[in-house]
């Protein structure tokens, strides 16, 4: 079975942190994303990676970078915390070189900033 | 740009009625089309996938679609819903262009009353 872990189900940071959320997949994924989820308005694209080193900016990557140094692992950065942030994350991963291949999600962090 | 409309945000459905959870998209190609699943405080699973082919698509938990070409639509629907079927359900797509993104809906919240 595929299995993508998040570092933590929930987190609680002050404005102005600088906050990381890690994720990890096991089954040599090349394609990995960055999603946030919020009440009404679904899943949003934050950012995406499709080899190591490489990234690309989803539909609101603005307050978010990322990083991805090793093929299993990829983080995502908030470089200064805003209450605007306090969202649910959730990362994906996929194989690459086909359209066919369906996103495995992680189990989400819930993210609170104050 | 590829969009999937939702139009129904919450569906109460009596246990062991049937139950049907509208999906549109537009786009300028051809897609690929999706329903996750994401039961409480956890992550999204695949239900089913449209890729090519027969126009009605089986999935797991007894869950199906019709891809519906003519009217840009993509409804699940279960002839039978049990109370773990509650859950928050998303319709997305991709397009056919080698894009590795996908665009979710704003979900639906389906609720099984018993």
């Known amino acids: 079975d595929v299995k993508v872990t998040q570092s933590s189900r929930y987190l609680v940071k002050r404005t102005g942190e600088k906050v990381f959320l890690e994720c990890v997949q096991d089954?040599?994924?090349?394609?990995m994303f960055w999603y946030r989820q919020d009440p009404g308005l679904g899943l949003r694209l934050i950012y995406f990676?499709?080899?190591?080193?490489?990234?690309e900016k989803g539909d609101i990557p603005e307050g978010y970078s990322v990083s991805r140094e090793k093929k299993e692992r990829f983080s995502l950065i908030l470089e200064s915390a805003s209450t605007n942030q306090t969202s649910m994350y959730l990362c994906a991963s996929a194989r690459g070189a086909s359209l066919y291949n369906e996103q495995f999600f992680g189990p989400g962090t819930r993210l609170t900033v104050l | 740009a590829q969009s999937v409309t939702q139009l129904d945000s919450q569906v109460p459905v009596f246990e062991e009625a049937p139950v049907e959870l509208r999906c549109n998209y537009s786009s300028s190609v051809s897609v690929y089309l999706f329903w996750y699943v994401q039961y409480p405080n956890q992550g999204l699973q695949l239900l089913l996938k449209?890729?090519?082919?027969?126009?009605l698509v089986k999935g797991i938990n007894g869950f199906e679609a019709e891809f519906n070409k003519s009217q840009t639509s993509f409804h699940l629907r279960k002839p039978s819903v049990h109370i773990s079927d509650t859950a928050e359900y998303f319709c997305?797509?991709?397009?056919?262009?080698?894009?590795?993104?996908?665009?979710f809906g704003t979900g639906t919240r389906l609720t099984i009353i018993p």
């Open positions: 089954m040599d994924h090349e394609n």
């Open positions: 990676s499709y080899d190591v080193k490489m990234k």
């Open positions: 449209y890729l090519s082919g027969s126009t």
């Open positions: 997305a797509v991709k397009d056919g262009r080698g894009n590795e993104k996908l665009t």
